[in-house]
Structures are given as C-alpha cells and as structure tokens.
C-alpha cells in the first residue's frame, strides 16, 4: 500500500470520524484535516491516486433455525473478481462468473445510500466495540441499535462440531477455507455483506462501515483476513429477495477496481456516493429481451483495465468546444531513452555499470524458486545438445581444429563470464549458424593460402576485440535504436524457422544411416565376397546368412564385414555387396519419439492454463514440461533396446586434434606478418555479424512487454562479449554470441504468473525472474557434462530433435508476424480484434506482411548460398534500410500500429476531434496467442506508447 493511502487512512486524525447519518433534507458530516491527491476529471468524475488493498467480499443472510429460537447467519454469494454463488448442495459453489445486476437494485442501492447510515474509520478492534461503543457515539435509534447488534451473531449454522466461543462471548466458526485463501492476495482485506430480513421493521435501511484500521473478526469471513468494511442491508421479511440484489450490487461495487479507491479512499458520505455514480457511470444494461438473467456469463479472457477505463472518462469528460477543432497528436518513438549518443567516451559503459551495480546482489537471491532449477536444467540439456550437434558439424567444417570439446569448453567459459558481468545475463550465449558459416569460409581460405588456421583465427579474434571496443569506446551501441520490430521479427523468425527446419532435416536424415526397405515384397540379395590378392586363406565370403552392420552393430573390425575386408587389404565382389541393410523399426521409432516429445512438451506448456488438476500441480508440470518430455522419452526408447542414435558427449579432457594444437595459441611462429593486417577484413566483417546478433538478441529480450523490472546494459554486454571472444580466441574456440531462440526460451521459463489469481480469472503474466543463477548453473554443468556422460549418452537424438522443434514453434508463435499471417486465411468477420486492425486497412496490413515475408525469405535464401553467405551479416543490417523505405510507403500512423516509429523521423500528426485531448492511446502489440499476452500487451500499452496531445 502506497505511502499516500497510508496518509488518508492509517494516520487520520481522530477515532471515528467521518459518521453520517444522511436524510433528504439534512446532511451532516465531520471534515478531516490530511491532504489526499486525487485529480479532478471533467465534471464530478474523481480518479484517485492510490493502490487500494484487493478486497474479499461475502454476502450473508440472517436465517433463523426452524427447530429451535436461534438466529444464524448463512453464507449465500462470494466475491474475489466474479461471483461465486452457494448453490442447494452442501458444500457446493457455482463456477465463478459475471455478476449481473439489476438495474432496480442499483437505483435502490444508492437512495439507501443517501438515507442511510455511513460510519467511516471506525476504530474499534472487535465486533461488539462497533456494534454497541460506535453507535452509542453515533447517537443512533433503537431500532438501528438492534441492526447493528445483529451482526453479533454466528455466521455459520449451528453445529457442536464447528461452533467455538471467542473472548467477547460470541460464536465463531473453527476452520476457514484455507484453499480459498490461497488465491487471495497477502494484503488483501475483507468486506462484509450482511442481509437482515426481520419482521419488526416497515422500512429498508442501511449501514455501511469502514474500520479505521483492518480488524481480523472471528467467525465473519470464511478465509481468515482482517476485515475492513462491514455493509448490514434491514428490511421486512418480505423484501429478502430485494436486498439480496442490493447486497450483490454492494459487493460487485466494492471488487470493482475504481469504485474501490472511493470506498477506501472516501472522506465523506458526499464521496461514497461519487462511488455510487461512477459505477452507474461505467455500467452498462442488457435489453432484457435479448437476455435470460439465469444464464451465468463465463469470465472473460480480456477485461477493461482501470488505466483504460480512466483514459475513456477523461477522453469522454473532455469539454466540448463550438465548432469541430481539430487534435495533432505527436507520435514518439520506441527507442530505449537509455541508449541515447553521447560523446564522452565509456559514458555508455559507466552508466551501465552505475545502473547494475543496485541490482547485483539481488541477481542472486532472486533465483530461490523451483522454477528457476527447472529452466537451469532445461536450458542445460537443450544447450548442451545443440553445443554438441553444432560441434560436429564444426569439426566437419574445420577439419577437426575446433569439435565438439572446444565447443563445450567454449560454452563454459563464455556463459559464466556472461552470466557473472553482463548487464543483460538473461541472454544465452551459443553458437550460431552464421558463426560456423564463417567459420568456415575462414578455414577454407587459409586452406586455399596455406596459412595456419588457428593462428590466422586468433588475429581475426584479436581485431574484432579492438573493434568492439571502439564501439563501447564511442557509445555506438545506440544504433540499435533504428532496430524496429519489423527487424526484430525477421531475424527472430529466421532463427526460429532454421530451428524448425533443421530439426526436421536431422530426423529424416536417419532414414540415410538406417534405411527403410519401401519394396518389402521383393526378396534381397545378400551375396558378397571378399577377395583378396593373395588369394587363399584369407578369403571369406560374405552372405546373408554371416552379414553385419559393422557401422553401427560392430564394435570391433570384423573380417566378415565389407568395411573390414576393405581395411584388410581386399575388395568386394558379388551382387549383393550393394544392397543396404534396412533398419525401419528405428528410422520410423526415431519419428515416434521426435513426433511424442514435440506433443508432450506442447501439451504440458498449454497445461498451465488447463482446467484439470490443482494450480500447483498445473504449474509444476508445465515448467518441468522439456524435462519431462525427455524423460519419458528416454525411458520408453531404454526399454525397447532399439540401436536409435544418441547424444555423444567426450569423455575426456583434451583438444580434438591434440597432436596438432594445443589450450593455448601462439601470436606468432607458424604464419607470416603481414596476414596481422589482412586479418582486419575478415574481422569487419565478423565484427557486423556478431554486433548485429547480439544486439538484435538484446533488444528482443529487453521489450517492455516482459516488463523487466532492471535496466537493460547494452554497453556493458558488447563489452563483455568483446573479452569472451579474445578468449576465445587465444584458446582456439568457437566464437559463441547471444542466441535469439535460446534467450527466449530462457526468458519464456521464467515468466512469472500470478499465484494468488481470484477464481474464474486467468493467471496474470507479472514479469520475468530477472537473475543470473539459471545462466550461471547452466554454464557450469556444460563444463561439467564430461563427468556424467554415462547418463547423457542414453538420450536419443530424436528426443532432442524434438525439443527442437519445440522451441521453434515456441518462439514462432510468440511473434506479431505469426498473428498477421494467418490473417491472410481469415474471414473478416472471424479475424481477431487486434488493436493495429482498429487502425490500419486491412490491405495494408497484408502489405505490411507481404514486405516482411520476403525479407524473411531473402534471408533464408541467401544464407543457405554457400557462395554468398558471408554477406550474410550485412543482409540483416539491409533490412533495417527496407524498414526506411516503408517510410515512404506506409503513413507513420500506419507504422506506429503496425511496427514502431524510427527515431529521428519527421514528426507526423494524427488528426482527430477535440475529444481526444490528453487522451493516453493504446497500441496494443499482441505478443502471445495465449492469455497471458492480453497482460504483456498491456504492458506495452501503457509503458511505451504515449500519444502527446497538442492543439
């Protein structure tokens, strides 16, 4: 609770100020002394300031046992958000849903309200001081004394088993209802809605009371919170149903989010009432010929905001003026204020020291959460995987100079020097496509000018530190402020695609190893024979009777295999010598187990948000999901005892090629001097992909729609990254970057949902786990995988593949261009209310995608041209150009909902009535097809964009 709401509640003056009794003709009130900011809208509409505590609402009625004389209270209606309503059945709540209300009961409602009796910051600590002390203050009837003395009375049928006797003499309920309490919050407060249908009363009435501080009540609530409103509604016996209608519409009232800052916030009866007209204000009337009231309306996915429902009313509130004026409405750029050129040198680097250094400690601590070791072990085997499969394509590449040791130990060293000094330790560092394109075409030059790889390579490592450097030196990292979404989706998605498109590559190139016989029918011809020179004992024929894998069942050079008889010295001669050995049942098993583990970690992801098991349960399983997947998988392939190709991870310690290079690389002795400055060309180039990849990384992980707390240190990490890559480079390992997929699949496991979710309402998305420990651990057990290879060894690859797979289409769906594809297949009256179609023609949309998947697909394509790939880094730097040629396609208006305005151009105008006057305007960027995008969006819509109203 905000300083300001301790201000005007906790620490006003006096016991029980605030106590009106109101009539039509009199009004009477006692005024505080404290000052309250709130702002004033147009006409009577207040908006205060405040973060009002959530409030638990229960609705009671006073039933009387036919048995014996004994009046009791009966729990009838709950609220957190929706209502719950107690249904006939024992024990049994109706599913939450939206309170509808009568229209009488609101009217009736507020003229209880403006003669009623409203008694506001009560300081009694239990029910008797305000049933008998308060009033006596108040100076009320007799008749009013009995109301309030009802509320003294058990709230819960009588039963010797559940009635217990307090301090004061009264009977409480012994349990409360502790799995409710979970889904309220830990500050929440509770509100009382008591109905009291007598048979001495001609008149209905009212009394609303709000304690000065929380008072925990014995026996009033079914969760045990202290108590902060008390509303008793009196009438005749035959008005029950009535003011049972009113005390659904007091209790919808007080859960509403705005009207509650009235309730807390409210000096005197004037503003309860203020209360009263802002609700009537924002509510709205079903025809009741177009509705059935006993129909119950589901929760929805999407609700008003309280920052949109205050933006509405000031731009409805807006005083009109003759004549229709006309609005310019300036639109702002994206561009992180953080990244701002400068030309002090380091100034960059310094302030992102400065803004790290408050949050290092907590970097730590903030790690201790069961998910956090999920997304370590997680990130540990997806990492260690993909470091391992790009190892021996490297040692393809490079001729074994750097495999898959050097790839792990390269995986190690940078990941812990990241995750410990970064300014953004969020990101994953690991190899990348391009990166072993280079690679290559480095090693296949030096080849071709015999001039020593690793050493050559080590140069190229030395200059693009010194140019990394000047572009920490000179504050050059602004430049990623011209990166807009639209560059964002496309690198994003390429990575994404590759992802997806490799790992459907990797599974059916098994079928190359392990073939599939599609003629089954026709008989096969085993017949081979070994012949040798020297012919004579040596010769062994070979046939289907004696024939063996050698590649794969073999674990020993076998004279009766072609591969041994070969090595012997002999060749092959017969008609079956060419004839493959088939292996369907694991080529089609590796498909089952690709196919299962990408279901299996779909299927428990979405689970989260299922509405089988308890939320716990719910919630472990989907952060567990790959982990489970893999278990799984791995378990049921162990049990088949199939030969499916495994994860193989070095056992030892040493370089590949330990005869030809050693942990450390001479600076000079084995090449000339003058390939020192020839290796500045190839580092230019380098120097483009690796700033490009970083930052391109950084700045998708850094959106606001993540809503991360700490600052982003873009500074810092080209830095740092600049030091892993010497490093590297004198111990002849592969460069490792920021990995787009591996970052959002760290930064998507530790997204954090609200725990305490009121029932009927889906999970918030509330922001990330911002720490370094996941990172950090992760990095350790790389270096360490050499030490349990035992166990590594019996995941298949196809699991893995799986797991690919998986975060490709994880990481896909998660992307604006996703969402605006498959608008081209929707109908219009299906498609989905996203914001930018509130804005943009949908042509124009279209055509905004058309240019975003041919830049897409440009890139795929020329990445793939062997020829030309090494332009690739410059490629990525084009699309930001095709963005600054968008500009004169598509109206900044259409640029700001569709993607983001680039910093520095010409200031355009939206034109619109005066209405819109310092009206704050929603871009909504739907990040996520789940629920959880509605809150992230959110985030970007109140965070970023800002329309600055101006005549």
Not at 765 to 779: D, K, N, T
Request: proline share 5%; glycine share 4%.
């Amino acid at each position: 609770m905000s300083h300001l709401y301790a201000e005007s509640i906790n620490d006003m003056p006096g016991q029980h100020d605030g106590i009106t009794r109101r009539h039509s003709d009199t009004d009477t009130m006692v005024q505080h002394h404290h000052h309250l900011e709130k702002t004033e809208a147009f006409g009577e509409s207040v908006t205060f300031n405040v973060d009002v505590p959530q409030v638990f609402c229960q609705l009671d009625v006073l039933c009387r046992s036919d048995e014996t004389d004994y009046a009791y209270w009966k729990e009838k209606a709950r609220w957190i958000r929706f209502e719950e309503i107690a249904e006939n059945a024992l024990g049994r709540w109706s599913k939450p849903h939206v309170a509808t209300l009568m229209q009488t009961a609101l009217l009736n409602l507020k003229k209880l309200l403006q003669n009623g009796v409203i008694i506001l910051n009560v300081s009694a600590n239990d029910l008797l001081a305000i049933s008998h002390d308060e009033i006596d203050k108040s100076e009320l009837g007799p008749i009013d004394r009995g109301i309030a003395a009802a509320a003294t009375l058990t709230v819960t049928p009588p039963d010797q088993e559940t009635i217990a006797t307090d301090t004061t003499g009264q009977q409480v309920s012994k349990e409360y209802n502790v799995k409710l309490q979970r889904k309220i919050g830990s500050n929440s407060e509770g509100a009382s809605i008591l109905i009291c249908p007598v048979d001495f009363i001609e008149n209905e009435t009212i009394v609303f009371v709000r304690l000065q501080k929380p008072v925990e009540l014995p026996g009033m609530l079914e969760v045990k919170i202290s108590s902060r409103f008390i509303v008793l509604l009196i009438g005749p016996e035959e008005n029950e149903k009535p003011l049972l209608q009113m005390g659904r519409t007091m209790a919808t009232i007080l859960t509403d989010d705005i009207c509650r800052e009235f309730a807390y916030i409210s000096k005197n009866s004037d503003e309860i009432m203020k209360m009263m007209d802002r609700f009537m204000q924002d509510t709205y009337v079903i025809p009741p010929s177009e509705w059935d009231p006993s129909i119950r309306i589901e929760p929805p996915h999407k609700y008003t905001s309280k920052e949109e429902r205050q933006a509405k009313e000031r731009q409805s509130k807006a005083p009109q003026e003759t004549g229709e004026k006309i609005e310019e409405i300036e639109l702002t750029s994206h561009a992180d204020l953080t990244l701002a050129p400068s030309k002090r040198p380091f100034y960059g680097l310094i302030r992102d020291i400065r803004n790290k250094l408050p949050y290092y400690i907590s970097d730590f601590t903030d790690c201790a959460s069961l998910q956090c070791l999920a997304a370590t072990l997680y990130l540990f085997i997806v990492c260690l995987c993909s470091v391992v499969a790009f190892g021996g394509i490297l040692g393809t590449a490079t001729e074994n100079y750097m495999a898959t040791m050097e790839c792990i130990l390269a995986a190690a060293i940078s990941g812990i020097i990241f995750a410990l000094f970064s300014g953004q330790p969020l990101n994953i560092m690991s190899a990348t496509g391009p990166m072993l394109i280079l690679e290559h075409i480095i090693e296949h030059l030096c080849k071709d000018y015999r001039i020593n790889y690793l050493e050559f390579r080590l140069w190229i490592g030395v200059w693009i530190f010194i140019l990394l450097l000047i572009f920490v030196i000179f504050n050059l990292s602004f430049l990623v402020r011209y990166i807009t979404r639209f560059t964002e989706d496309c690198f994003a998605s390429l990575v994404a695609l590759i992802f997806i498109v490799d790992a459907i590559r990797a599974i059916l190139k098994i079928r190359k190893q392990y073939p599939v016989n599609y003629r089954p029918n026709i008989l096969l011809d085993y017949s081979c024979s070994c012949i040798f020179t020297d012919i004579g004992e040596n010769e062994t024929t070979i046939n289907d009777a004696n024939v063996v894998d050698y590649l794969f069942h073999g674990t020993n050079l076998n004279k009766t295999s072609q591969t041994a008889c070969t090595i012997a010295g002999g060749f092959v001669v017969g008609s079956g010598c060419s004839t493959p050995v088939y292996h369907a049942d694991i080529f089609f098993f590796s498909v089952l187990l690709f196919i299962f583990t990408f279901l299996i970690c779909m299927v428990l992801k979405e689970f989260r948000n299922s509405s089988f098991l308890p939320a716990n349960i719910r919630t472990i399983l989907s952060d567990f999901a790959v982990l489970i997947a893999i278990v799984i998988m791995s378990v049921w392939d162990g049990y088949l005892l199939l030969n499916t190709p495994k994860l193989y991870v070095p056992t030892e310690f040493k370089p590949t090629r330990p005869h030809d290079r050693g942990w450390f690389i001479p600076f000079y002795g084995k090449n000339e001097l003058w390939t020192i400055p020839l290796a500045i060309i190839p580092a230019l180039i380098a120097t483009i992909l690796i700033f490009m990849d970083q930052q391109i990384t950084a700045v998708i992980i850094n959106r606001k729609e993540f809503k991360l707390k700490k600052s982003p240190g873009y500074h810092l990490d080209l830095f740092v990254l600049s030091l892993t890559i010497l490093i590297q480079s004198i111990l002849g390992l592969p460069w490792f970057v920021a990995a787009t997929v591996l970052a959002l699949t760290h930064v998507n496991s530790l997204k954090l949902m609200s725990v305490n979710t009121a029932p009927g309402e889906k999970p918030k998305f509330e922001g990330i786990i911002e720490q370094r420990v996941s990172a950090l651990l992760m990095s350790i057990l790389t270096g360490l995988s050499v030490l349990f290879t035992q166990v590594l060894n019996h995941i298949p690859m196809p699991v893995l593949y799986g797991v690919f797979m998986f975060m490709g289409v994880s990481a896909l769906r998660n992307m604006q261009i996703y969402d605006r594809v498959l608008l081209f297949f929707m109908p219009q009256k299906y498609q989905p209310d996203y914001p930018y179609l509130r804005h943009v023609r949908i042509s124009r949309v279209h055509l905004f995608t058309v240019v975003q998947i041919v830049s897409l697909v440009g890139l795929y394509v020329l990445k793939n041209i062997k020829s030309i790939a090494i332009t690739f880094p410059l490629l990525i730097v084009g699309t930001c150009f095709v963005r600054k040629l968008m500009d004169k396609v598509f109206t900044q208006e259409e640029l700001y909902w569709l993607d983001d305005i680039l910093p520095g151009s010409k200031e355009s105008k939206i034109r619109g009535n005066s209405m819109a006057r310092n009206v704050r305007i929603s871009k909504v960027v739907w990040e996520d097809s789940n629920e959880e995008s509605t809150e992230v969006s959110n985030a970007r819509n109140f965070e970023k964009n800002n329309l600055h109203m101006k005549r």
